[in-house]
């Protein structure tokens, strides 16, 4: 998934001696952490070469990240390479022009409400979130309940409790 405007909302705050701010929300932190844990392999490509993108892949274990990337559709098919994952079982979430060609190649393709319009008219799935305001969560249930798992029984079978 693109980082600027599908995991954040696509603003950029710089700090007093220049530094760079982006803002996560949990839903979306507990979305990658549940599609992780259903054996989703999640993985970050972006076009900024911020170091924001590595504290958060770390955070989250994202073992593939691709940042200062301007050909998103050859890092996705070095990912697909890297990790096995056919480019038809994977779910590329992008939300403007130059996440198009990455769209294209990817068997599923989804977008954040408020994407670029020529994102939205070739997305197969559209969110009812923003970018940054839970659209990954939105993404992931709907790919979990693709494959008939709830977000609950995500959850439940790394911890191995009953909720």
């Given at each position: 998934?693109?980082?600027?405007?599908?995991l954040?909302?696509?603003?950029?705050w710089?700090?007093?001696?220049?530094?760079?701010?982006k803002?996560f929300v949990?839903?979306?932190?507990m979305g990658v952490?549940?599609?992780?844990?259903?054996?989703?392999?999640?993985a970050?490509?972006?076009?900024?070469?911020?170091?924001?993108?590595?504290r958060?892949a770390?955070?989250?274990l994202?073992?593939h990240?691709v940042k200062?990337?301007?050909?998103?559709?050859?890092?996705?098919?070095q990912f697909?390479?890297e990790?096995?994952?056919?480019?038809?079982e994977?779910?590329?979430?992008?939300?403007?022009?130059n996440?198009?060609?990455?769209?294209?190649?990817?068997g599923?393709?989804?977008?954040?409400?408020?994407a670029?319009?020529?994102?939205?008219?070739?997305?197969?799935?559209?969110t009812i979130?923003?970018g940054?305001?839970?659209?990954?969560r939105?993404?992931?249930?709907?790919?979990?309940?693709?494959?008939?798992?709830s977000?609950?029984?995500?959850?439940?079978?790394?911890?191995?409790i009953?909720?």
């Open positions: 998934m693109d980082v600027d405007g599908v954040t909302d696509g603003g950029l710089w700090g007093p001696n220049g530094e760079e701010w803002r949990f839903a979306d932190i952490s549940l599609a992780r844990r259903a054996g989703i392999i999640p970050l490509i972006s076009g900024e070469n911020s170091p924001i993108v590595d958060f770390e955070k989250l994202i073992r990240v200062g990337c301007r050909d998103k559709a050859a890092a996705l098919r697909a390479a990790s096995g994952v056919a480019l038809a994977i779910c590329y979430v992008g939300d403007d022009i996440d198009l060609p990455a769209m294209e190649i990817a599923c393709s989804a977008a954040p409400a408020g670029a319009a020529e994102v939205l008219a070739r997305a197969s799935l559209v979130a923003a940054g305001n839970g659209a990954v939105e993404i992931v249930n709907a790919l979990l309940a693709a494959q008939g798992i977000a609950l029984e995500a959850f439940q079978r790394e911890q191995g009953s909720i």
